[in-house]
């Protein structure tokens, strides 16, 4: 297991550096803060595998750091560090959801080897969430894949009757028949919202995982560089321009390609949903980060509203009129992500634009 990473968070300034000096040279991933407030803008960039957490800080006190770290990254866990005289506060921050606690000055031992036992505790947290999320969406692949089939069969006959009639009509007089335009037209509607369902339908059975599972060595910055290009037309049309910022030399994944740029489409199809009244910028990334490859699309579109937010990887769930999409882009995304041992976040505000983030892990750690 790789070493975790750390923020040392602690006022004595001296202290804390030499702590994180320490916790380096045995490889871990030392960082520091002062304050609660450096912290957290740490923390709101970056996620750690553990906090070491003064419980004395100036400003708002460890506690309240505490509850802070636990509201941003509720994976994170947190060890605090205290002296004899605020032990019972280090005491309160086990009931706030810390750790454990070690009182100042503790022998690096004894630190590191705590460190190491709550970073398992973190990623036997994860794996735990991965597990019952796999779970539902497994349920729910179910249900759609007979609901995909179950409606398949009576739209594929109702678009082919739509043609058969229209064959019909083609045969006869159009004299006498006053309204045949008319009737032209409602066929025409039947065959093209037909055709609409059977796009739902499908994509209800890749939502189900209804796709080529076979796995190669994919080169992640080849298929994000290609996955535009899909949409190179549209683009044009609603003034949308590319980005593309992929870090050289990007480890080869070896996974179901199909799915990973099925996830891409589906994301790039979204950006381009949220540009559409202004044109904007489309831009996607790549990059190692940690255990994983970060794969980013951001857009600068009219963004998400915060209530909305918890609900955009479910299924069915749309913020789109009535006809204009189904809601599954993104719970394909989600299902997608956790069937590669990933996961996809995502963050934005009204008018600001939106990025999701798709975090795979890298070969030697899947």
């Not at 749309?318 to 997608?336: C, D, H, M, N, P």
Request: contains cysteine.
């Amino acid at each position: 297991m790789a070493k975790a990473s750390v923020l040392v968070v602690d006022d004595e300034r001296e202290f804390a550096e030499l702590l994180a000096e320490r916790l380096a040279a045995r490889d871990f991933e030392a960082h520091v803060a002062h304050d609660g407030g450096q912290a957290m803008a740490f923390l709101d960039a970056a996620d750690v595998d553990v906090v070491l957490l003064d419980v004395g800080l100036p400003g708002k006190n460890g506690i309240d750091v505490l509850r802070d770290v636990k509201a941003l990254r509720p994976f994170t866990q947190v060890v605090m560090l205290t002296g004899q005289s605020s032990l019972a506060t280090a005491v309160a921050g086990i009931k706030q959801g810390a750790f454990d606690y070690l009182l100042k000055p503790a022998d690096i031992g004894l630190i590191t080897e705590i460190i190491t036992q709550a970073k398992a505790r973190k990623q036997s947290s994860q794996e735990s969430l991965r597990m019952l999320d796999t779970e539902k969406m497994a349920s729910l692949g179910v249900l759609a894949e007979g609901v995909a089939h179950e409606i398949n069969n009576p739209v594929n006959i109702m678009v082919q009757e739509a043609g058969w009639i229209e064959d019909l009509l083609g045969e006869e007089d159009p004299a006498q028949i006053k309204s045949l335009g008319d009737i032209k037209r409602s066929l025409a509607q039947i065959v093209a919202q037909g055709r609409r369902c059977r796009e739902i339908t499908h994509k209800l059975l890749s939502f189900c995982g209804k796709i080529d599972p076979r796995s190669r060595d994919v080169n992640v910055g080849e298929l994000i560089a290609s996955a535009p290009l899909a949409f190179a037309e549209r683009s044009r049309a609603i003034g949308v321009s590319v980005a593309l910022d992929c870090e050289a030399n990007l480890p080869l994944m070896r996974l179901p390609p199909a799915p990973l740029e099925q996830a891409l489409h589906n994301l790039i199809d979204n950006a381009l949903d949220a540009m559409a009244e202004r044109g904007g910028t489309l831009a996607l990334s790549a990059r190692v980060l940690g255990e994983n490859v970060e794969i980013a699309v951001r857009d600068t579109g009219c963004g998400i509203e915060a209530h909305i937010m918890p609900r955009i990887f479910e299924p069915f769930f749309s913020t789109k009129e009535v006809g204009k999409g189904a809601g599954l882009g993104l719970s394909i995304v989600y299902s997608i992500a956790a069937s590669l041992g990933g996961q996809v976040t995502a963050q934005s505000a009204p008018g600001q634009g939106a990025t999701f983030l798709l975090r795979l892990p890298l070969p030697q750690a899947a």
